[in-house]
C-alpha cells in the first residue's frame, strides 16, 4: 500500500521534486541505469503521450472500420503492425495508464468524456470529411506513421523503455 501511495503522489506531482532528487542513489553500482534526464515526471509524461496516440487511433480506427466496413482489413492490418513493432512500449502505456485509471476514478471518467466527444465530432463531420479521415488514417497505418513518432519523439520511447527503473531509482515500486 505504501509503494501504491507513493507512486500515484508521483502521478499527481506531489512527491515530483522529493523523488527527482533522489534518482542520484546512495550507491551508484546498485541503481538502475536510466536515461539522462530522466525523472518520475518525466515518465508520466511519455506515458501520457503515448496513452494518447493509443486511444487515438483505436477510436479513429474503431470509427472507420464501422463507418466504412472495407477498410476494416487495412485498418486491422496496420493496427496489429504497430502493435506489434511497438507493442513492449504500447503495453508499458497501458499498463501505468490503467493502474491510473482503478485509482482515479476521475480520471477514467475524464478520458471516457474525451473520447465520447471525440467520437461525436467525427460522426458531426460531412460524409466527404469522414471519408477523407479515414483514407489518412488508412493511409498512415500503410505507410507506418508510428515510426515517423519515434524519429521525431525518441525521448519518449527511451522514457517508456526505461519506465520501470526509472520509478525504481526514484524509489517508488512501479505498478504491475
Known amino acids: 500500500m505504501i509503494a ?18 533522489r534518482l542520484l542513489a546512495a550507491d551508484p553500482a546498485a541503481a538502475p ?4 534526464g530522466s525523472s518520475p515526471r518525466t515518465v508520466m509524461v511519455a506515458i501520457g503521450k503515448m496513452y494518447a496516440r493509443i486511444q487515438s487511433a483505436e477510436s479513429q480506427a474503431r470509427f472507420c472500420a464501422g463507418t466504412f466496413p472495407e477498410q476494416a482489413p487495412a485498418i486491422e492490418a496496420g493496427l496489429a503492425t504497430w502493435r506489434k513493432e511497438d507493442g513492449p512500449v504500447i503495453q508499458t502505456a497501458l499498463r501505468y495508464q490503467n493502474f491510473l485509471r482503478g485509482e482515479s476514478p476521475a480520471l477514467k471518467e475524464q478520458e471516457d468524456r474525451i473520447l465520447q466527444e471525440s467520437l461525436a465530432k467525427m460522426r458531426g463531420l460531412a460524409a466527404e ?6 483514407k489518412n488514417l488508412v493511409r498512415g497505418l500503410e505507410q507506418e506513421s508510428w515510426r515517423d513518432w519515434r524519429r521525431r519523439d525518441p525521448d519518449m520511447y527511451e522514457q517508456l523503455e526505461h519506465a520501470d527503473d526509472i520509478l525504481r531509482a526514484a524509489g517508488v515500486n512501479p505498478p504491475e
Not at 541505469?33 to 539522462?36: A, S, T
Not at 470529411?129 to 479515414?134: E, F, P, S, V
Open 33 to 36: 541505469q536510466v536515461p539522462p
Open 4 to 21: 501504491r501511495s507513493r507512486f500515484m503522489q508521483i502521478c499527481s506531482g506531489g512527491a515530483l521534486a522529493v523523488l527527482a532528487g
Open 129 to 134: 470529411a469522414q471519408a477523407a479521415a479515414c
